[in-house]
């Protein structure tokens, strides 16, 4: 059964930082195309940031320049680093993993910007 536990996710004030992880329970992992997307009260699901399994990275114009997307096949695992938070990032914070036909969402984790 395939799993996605993201953690990293808290109360942060305007300016500071966070590192969200996603850990996946997924054999072949490195053929995956992982995402991070998010979720506002009273708005759709977004995509913030995805890393194709051939490396390419693509940002949502948002969270260009203060957000980074990595992963480490080797841990099946991957990361969002959150710089310059701002009160607008605050949202539920979703790992997505994608391989054809194949499409997982973990649980979420929730992300306050908050002074």
């Known amino acids: 059964q395939v799993q996605l536990v993201e953690s990293g996710g808290g109360l942060v004030q305007p300016g500071g930082s966070l590192r969200l992880s996603c850990a996946a329970s997924i054999s072949s992992f490195s053929m995956y195309d992982m995402g991070w997307y998010r979720q506002a009260p009273g708005k759709q699901r977004e995509v913030v940031a995805a890393i194709r399994s051939i490396g390419f990275i693509n940002y949502a114009n948002s969270v260009q320049g203060r957000f980074t997307i990595s992963r480490d096949n080797s841990k099946k695992t991957v990361y969002l680093q959150m710089n310059f938070l701002k009160p607008e990032d605050t949202a539920v914070y979703y790992c997505?993993?994608?391989?054809?036909?194949?499409?997982?969402w973990g649980q979420g984790t929730q992300v306050t910007v908050s002074s």
């Open positions: 997505n993993s994608k391989w054809g036909a194949r499409n997982y």
